[in-house]
């Protein structure tokens, strides 16, 4: 029998090997087994159909898929590209088909055929390794075409919130109409942007790509305007913003501060990105800056005629970091003196001594409620320049 012999054996099996291909697409890979059956039996199979006798033809010819063969594959990919199947369903599909027209021309030679199976399988192997490949590239450039207009869809309403211009027209606009959290974010310089030996503009590109990658990961929907060294990104109202600012920090490796503020409806997102890039310097690590846990210091911090007079008080401590350092861990620990000696590693009397001389420095008692109060206030002003 020759090798043209033995493929037109197999094209009169074709539409039976198409079913067959189908039928393992529903039991082995799951994606397949949630299609409607209506796709399966129509657009799937017909395509099935197509490609046995395409590899067919290539066997009979002893070469690998033409163009024109390969094109309803290109056209194929793109739409499961658009109708998000995975990538590794849509290639496990085709290495399937492969191995039924192999078991095929096995089932339909005799003894003697040895040779003939030999040059099939090389051919075989070919039409598959070329197919996934087209529809490798062609899902993957179709996927990056599709990701690139969400992205800028996300940019477009992004920007229309936080404007308070009137929101585009898509179906992902109706999702914030119920309001977010606006969250402010100042992120600091990576280690590559601060080496000479790196280009900066390759070093901050990649910076701002891990940033949109743990974004993208988010399970609830994320809108931002970003720049490597911060920007405005407005997430669900019931969601974690502590945890998201924990999650950029750890993937980029560097402090990221960062303000919140609520929105209960679209015309309230620009008042609150700007209550939020205003809440940023009072950020700590780890914990994102709300006006009900910073009111204090966010008055304090507001641009008066005091700002200066208290920045004064504690200029008489400079040169002295120890002393400020005792001031703040002395405020911070609520006034405790056992913690704040333990936290500063230092004897309680030392401690004492420390603050007897910032009360001697400053002119303002640690031991009375007004002497405090303006202590505190002129650190908030100096810590917040």
């Not at 006798?53 to 063969?69: F, H, I, K, M, S």
């Not at 002497?371 to 650190?379: F, N």
Request: proline content about 6%; some cysteine.
């Amino acid at each position: 029998m020759s090798l043209a012999e033995l493929c037109a054996r197999v094209d009169r099996a074709a539409p039976r090997i198409a079913r067959s291909m189908v039928a393992d697409f529903v039991r082995d890979i799951p994606f397949y087994g949630r299609l409607p059956a209506e796709q399966l039996s129509g657009e799937i199979t017909e395509l099935c159909l197509a490609s046995v006798r395409a590899a067919l033809r290539a066997v009979r010819e002893q070469r690998g898929p033409t163009p024109d063969e390969l094109a309803e594959n290109r056209d194929s990919a793109a739409r499961r590209a658009h109708e998000q199947v995975p990538l590794e369903a849509l290639l496990e599909a085709y290495i399937v088909g492969g191995r039924l027209v192999w078991r095929e021309l096995v089932n339909q030679s005799t003894r003697r055929d040895g040779p003939l199976l030999l040059e099939a399988a090389d051919a075989v192997q070919l039409y598959v390794q070329r197919v996934t490949s087209v529809v490798t590239q062609t899902y993957l450039s179709e996927q990056q075409l599709i990701s690139g207009a969400e992205r800028e869809r996300s940019r477009e309403l992004a920007r229309a919130l936080v404007a308070g211009t009137p929101l585009p027209a898509h179906a992902a606009a109706a999702q914030w109409q119920r309001g977010c959290q606006v969250l402010a974010l100042a992120i600091d310089p990576a280690t590559d942007e601060l080496s000479e030996d790196v280009d900066q503009s390759v070093a901050r590109a990649r910076k701002l790509r891990r940033l949109e990658d743990v974004l993208r990961l988010r399970p609830q929907p994320v809108l931002a305007l970003l720049e490597p060294d911060g920007g405005i990104v407005l997430i669900r109202a019931d969601e974690d913003a502590d945890d998201l600012v924990r999650a950029l920090s750890s993937a980029l490796g560097v402090l990221v501060r960062a303000g919140a503020a609520p929105a209960g409806s679209p015309g309230a997102v620009p008042a609150a990105a700007v209550l939020a890039q205003e809440l940023v310097p009072l950020a700590v690590q780890g914990r994102v800056a709300r006006l009900e846990d910073n009111a204090l210091a966010y008055q304090l911090t507001r641009p008066t005629a005091a700002r200066p007079r208290l920045a004064e008080v504690l200029q008489p401590l400079t040169g002295r970091p120890d002393l400020l350092a005792t001031l703040r861990a002395y405020l911070r620990n609520d006034l405790d003196r056992q913690q704040t000696a333990a936290e500063l590693h230092i004897h309680p009397n030392t401690l004492d001594h420390r603050l007897r001389r910032i009360a001697e420095l400053s002119g303002r008692s640690t031991a009375t409620v007004h002497g405090l109060v303006e202590l505190h206030a002129a650190l908030c002003v100096v810590d917040q320049g």
